[in-house]
């Protein structure tokens, strides 16, 4: 028996498909937290089914970004799982806005346990999507677990790359991450302290004329009927400030080079975090690119021309290559 409320009704950042059927389900990580997904599955469908996990961006909700992904998937073929990570959403976990490398690359791997033991899946034809910080995330779990037959991140930021070094290695050297140390132990403290945990982050609001133009890229989703939501962290007051501690010395992409199955990498030209994309596929396949898609072996570069970060989290600026991914799904889950 499930422990979660789940809402019933539909309250989705996007509309509700024809052509795929909508039920909310539940699974358990390996730490016992009990995670809220909604599943989709083609219409008519019959016979044992390929399925796809998918989760991100880092703070968002199932009915964000990670719900349209996986509905679109559904109307071409795929039963898929559009989950809450453990301490976001509906899912389970105290405290509430909590991050970890670990727990949450143990989120997919739940998923995977769940869709295995599902009786209208096939559990030799399971591939998962990660977007935004949950691509780094994705990897991380390809890297681990052989289940996954395929891998898509999208739009992703390595989670440990940023806590480390800052964007753009702007805080890259020990004394900038010792601050970063020393802040942190200091704001523990005060919670313990408090009994509370302090909050930090969300997109801002209101939108200062002189914010990068990126961040007021996550304004015009996070903070619009376009892509606001109540249950999420990034449309409303971000994550607590304690919450990415671990992630400064827990690299997600220790692993990534010995990832055997395929991966696919999909990012925006113009996307400030395009570099993490480029980061990755340099850890799986030792080629550095810079700006232009590439492919080496069973994994793959695909950079969206004019595309930026967010373009990528709806269908508002057309450019998700859902054909791209359906392809790639097909081939590598048969």
Same mark, same amino acid.
């Given at each position: 028996?499930?422990?979660?409320?789940?809402?019933?009704?539909?309250?989705?950042?996007?509309?509700?498909?024809?052509?795929?059927?909508?039920?909310?389900?539940?699974?358990?990580?390996?730490?016992?937290?009990? =995670? +809220? $997904?909604?599943?989709?599955?083609?219409?008519? !469908?019959?016979?044992?089914?390929? %399925?796809?996990? #998918?989760?991100? @961006?880092?703070?968002?909700?199932?009915?964000?970004?990670?719900?349209?992904?996986?509905?679109?998937?559904?109307?071409?073929?795929?039963?898929?799982?559009?989950?809450?990570?453990?301490?976001?959403?509906?899912?389970?976990?105290?405290?509430?806005?909590?991050?970890?490398?670990?727990?949450?690359?143990?989120?997919?791997?739940?998923?995977?346990?769940?869709?295995?033991?599902?009786?209208?899946?096939?559990?030799?034809?399971?591939?998962?999507?990660?977007?935004?910080?949950?691509?780094?995330?994705?990897?991380?779990?390809?890297?681990?677990?052989?289940?996954?037959?395929?891998?898509?991140?999208?739009?992703?930021?390595?989670?440990?790359?940023?806590?480390?070094?800052?964007?753009?290695?702007?805080?890259?050297?020990?004394?900038?991450?010792?601050?970063?140390?020393?802040? =942190? +132990? $200091?704001?523990?403290?005060?919670?313990?302290? !408090?009994?509370?945990?302090?909050? %930090?982050?969300? #997109?801002?609001? @209101?939108?200062?004329?002189?914010?990068?133009?990126?961040?007021?890229?996550?304004?015009?989703?996070?903070?619009?009927?376009?892509?606001?939501?109540?249950?999420?962290?990034?449309?409303?007051?971000?994550?607590?400030?304690?919450?990415?501690?671990?992630?400064?010395?827990?690299?997600?992409?220790?692993?990534?080079?010995?990832?055997?199955?395929?991966?696919l990498l999909i990012h925006g030209e113009k996307a400030?975090?395009?570099?993490?994309?480029?980061?990755?596929?340099?850890?799986?396949?030792?080629?550095?690119?810079?700006?232009?898609?590439?492919?080496?072996?069973?994994?793959?570069?695909?950079?969206?021309?004019?595309?930026?970060?967010?373009?990528?989290?709806?269908?508002?600026?057309?450019?998700?290559?859902?054909?791209?991914?359906?392809?790639?799904?097909?081939?590598? =889950?048969?």
């Amino acid at each position: 028996m499930s422990t979660l409320n789940l809402t019933q009704e539909w309250d989705k950042t996007f509309p509700k498909s024809e052509l795929a059927n909508h039920c909310k389900v539940t699974f358990h990580n390996r730490y016992g937290i009990e =995670l +809220a $997904a909604d599943m989709y599955v083609p219409k008519d !469908a019959s016979g044992k089914l390929p %399925a796809i996990a #998918v989760c991100g @961006p880092f703070g968002a909700v199932k009915e964000q970004s990670s719900g349209l992904y996986a509905q679109h998937m559904a109307e071409r073929g795929f039963l898929t799982l559009a989950f809450d990570p453990s301490f976001t959403g509906e899912s389970g976990g105290e405290p509430r806005r909590m991050a970890s490398p670990d727990i949450n690359t143990e989120d997919f791997l739940a998923a995977v346990d769940f869709l295995s033991t599902c009786p209208q899946v096939d559990p030799e034809r399971i591939g998962i999507i990660g977007i935004c910080g949950f691509g780094g995330m994705a990897v991380n779990a390809a890297a681990l677990d052989p289940r996954i037959k395929a891998t898509v991140a999208s739009t992703m930021y390595d989670m440990s790359k940023v806590n480390v070094e800052g964007y753009f290695a702007s805080e890259d050297t020990p004394a900038q991450r010792q601050e970063k140390r020393r802040a =942190l +132990a $200091a704001q523990r403290t005060k919670d313990y302290a !408090a009994g509370t945990y302090g909050r %930090a982050g969300g #997109v801002v609001d @209101p939108l200062p004329e002189d914010a990068p133009w990126f961040v007021k890229d996550y304004h015009a989703y996070y903070k619009t009927p376009r892509g606001y939501h109540k249950r999420s962290g990034n449309s409303n007051d971000g994550w607590n400030i304690i919450g990415c501690q671990s992630f400064l010395n827990q690299p997600l992409l220790a692993w990534a080079g010995e990832i055997e199955t395929p991966v696919l990498l999909i990012h925006g030209e113009k996307a400030h975090s395009r570099y993490f994309s480029e980061y990755a596929f340099e850890r799986m396949t030792g080629k550095h690119v810079a700006g232009e898609s590439a492919r080496e072996g069973n994994k793959e570069l695909l950079i969206i021309p004019g595309a930026s970060h967010v373009d990528l989290y709806d269908d508002v600026a057309g450019v998700i290559p859902f054909d791209k991914m359906e392809r790639f799904f097909q081939t590598n =889950l048969k």
